[in-house]
Antibody, heavy 119, light 110 residues
Framework: EVQLLESGGGLVQPGGSLRLSCVGSGFIISYYAMSWVRQAPGKGLEWVSAISSSGDRKYYADSVKGRFTVSRDNSKNTLYLQMNSLRAEDTAVYYC????????????WGQGTLVTVAS | QTVVTQEPSFSVSPGGTVTLTCALTSGSVSPSSYPSWYQQTPGQAPRTLIYNTNTRSSGVPDRFSGSILGNKAALTITGAQADDESDYYCVLYMGSGISVFGGGTKLTVL
C-alpha cells in the first residue's frame, strides 16, 4: 500500500525557517516525480512546488519562488521542502503528493502537516 | 496571470445529476491542459477522482465522469449520494512543470 507521511510542521515566527519532510512507503520514490500542495485554513488547495524523479528539475509557484526549496533523497525515500522567510500567508496544511507527469496529475496524497506562521 | 475558476457552490438532490465546471480566465480548456479532479471532505486529504480529462482513478465509482464541455473541463456526478457532499477541485497543467488549482466547488446534497 502506498503511503506518504509528512512531518516537520509547527509554529514559527514570521521571517523564520522550517523544513518539511515526506517519507514514502510501499513504493520506490525514485521512480516518481513529487509535489507539495498546501491549503490555508478555510481556503482552497494551492500547488506549491514539484520535483522530477531524479531531482534535476524543480518548479515553484510564484508565491514561494525564491523562498522555498524542494529537494529529495531517494536513498531515504524522502521528499523535503525547505521554507525560508516565512510569512503569515504561508500558514497552511502542507500535503506531499506523487505526481504522474505522463498526465500531470496527483496520484497519491499524504495526510498533511500544519505550518503556522505567527508571532 | 491566468486563473482557474470553478463555481463556488452547487446543490444537487439525492439521485440527481450535477455537472461542475473548470474554466480558464484566459483561453479555453483542452485535453492538453490535462484536467484532473479531486474530492475533499473537511479535515481529510484530497482524493483523486479523474485525470487526463476523463480517466477515473482506481476505485472511483463510474457515476463520476469527466469531459470537456465547450471551452471548460467538466465533472459530472450521476445519481448523487449523500456522501458525495464534499469540496471538488480541478487542476489544470500550465506547462513548464506548473499546475494550477481552481478555487473549488462546495457541493451540497439535499
Amino acid at each position: 500500500e502506498v503511503q506518504l507521511l509528512e512531518s516537520g510542521g509547527g509554529l514559527v515566527q514570521p521571517g523564520g525557517s522550517l523544513r518539511l519532510s515526506c517519507v514514502g512507503s510501499g513504493f520506490i520514490i525514485s521512480y516518481y516525480a513529487m509535489s507539495w500542495v498546501r491549503q490555508a485554513p478555510g481556503k482552497g488547495l494551492e500547488w506549491v512546488s514539484a520535483i522530477s524523479s531524479s531531482g534535476d528539475r524543480k518548479y515553484y509557484a510564484d508565491s514561494v519562488k525564491g523562498r522555498f526549496t524542494v529537494s529529495r533523497d531517494n536513498s531515504k525515500n524522502t521528499l523535503y521542502l525547505q521554507m525560508n522567510s516565512l510569512r503569515a500567508e504561508d500558514t497552511a496544511v502542507y500535503y506531499c503528493a506523487i505526481v504522474r507527469w505522463t498526465s500531470y496529475y496527483f496520484e497519491y496524497w499524504g495526510q498533511g502537516t500544519l505550518v503556522t506562521v505567527a508571532s | 496571470q491566468t486563473v482557474v475558476t470553478q463555481e463556488p457552490s452547487f446543490s444537487v438532490s439525492p439521485g440527481g445529476t450535477v455537472t461542475l465546471t473548470c474554466a480558464l480566465t484566459s483561453g479555453s480548456v483542452s485535453p492538453s491542459s490535462y484536467p484532473s479532479w479531486y474530492q475533499q471532505t473537511p479535515g481529510q486529504a484530497p482524493r483523486t477522482l479523474i485525470y487526463n480529462t476523463n480517466t477515473r482513478s482506481s476505485g472511483v465509482p463510474d457515476r463520476f465522469s469527466g469531459s470537456i464541455l465547450g471551452n471548460k473541463a467538466a465533472l459530472t456526478i450521476t445519481g448523487a449520494q449523500a456522501d458525495d457532499e464534499s469540496d471538488y477541485y480541478c487542476v489544470l497543467y500550465m506547462g513548464s512543470g506548473i499546475s494550477v488549482f481552481g478555487g473549488g466547488t462546495k457541493l451540497t446534497v439535499l
